[in-house]
């Protein structure tokens, strides 16, 4: 049984019914300080340097986007207004979204020539 299973299975732990991420045994949220001073700790542990609690949300998106999921679905995800809104923000070209596009591009126009 993995750590977060067991977790979960202890009858001490009351899982919020929001379904919240960072909470504590009795369900309730943690506060942005706490989950912040947490992180910061796992950081230092790491030897890997703290960069905030929004850098999460960016690696997310742009993972999702590199994976090749929608900017519908990412922009649904985020609780973005808008299409534009995601792609503004997230939808730097890294490299290998430039090279999957390109080797779209490349399929394609191989049996068009």
């Given at each position: 049984?993995?750590?977060?299973?067991?977790?979960?299975?202890?009858?001490?732990?009351?899982?919020?019914?929001?379904?919240?991420?960072?909470?504590?045994?009795?369900?309730?949220?943690?506060?942005?300080?706490?989950?912040?001073?947490?992180?910061?700790?796992?950081?230092?542990?790491a030897?890997?340097?703290?960069?905030?609690?929004?850098?999460?949300?960016h690696?997310?998106?742009?993972?999702?986007?590199?994976?090749?999921?929608?900017?519908?679905?990412?922009?649904?995800?985020?609780?973005?207004?808008?299409?534009?809104?995601?792609?503004?923000?997230?939808?730097?070209?890294?490299?290998?979204?430039?090279?999957?596009?390109?080797?779209?591009f490349?399929?394609?126009?191989?049996?068009?020539?």
């Open positions: 049984m993995k750590q977060n299973e067991m977790i979960l299975s202890n009858k001490s732990f009351n899982k919020n019914s929001d379904n919240i991420i960072f909470q504590n045994y009795l369900g309730n949220y943690l506060t942005p300080f706490t989950v912040r001073e947490s992180i910061e700790k796992y950081c230092k542990k030897r890997v340097d703290y960069k905030g609690t929004h850098c999460f949300r690696t997310h998106a742009v993972l999702l986007l590199e994976s090749g999921a929608s900017i519908k679905f990412v922009s649904n995800r985020l609780g973005h207004k808008t299409i534009k809104t995601t792609s503004d923000t997230y939808l730097d070209i890294t490299e290998k979204i430039e090279e999957d596009e390109l080797k779209k490349a399929s394609y126009t191989k049996d068009k020539i």
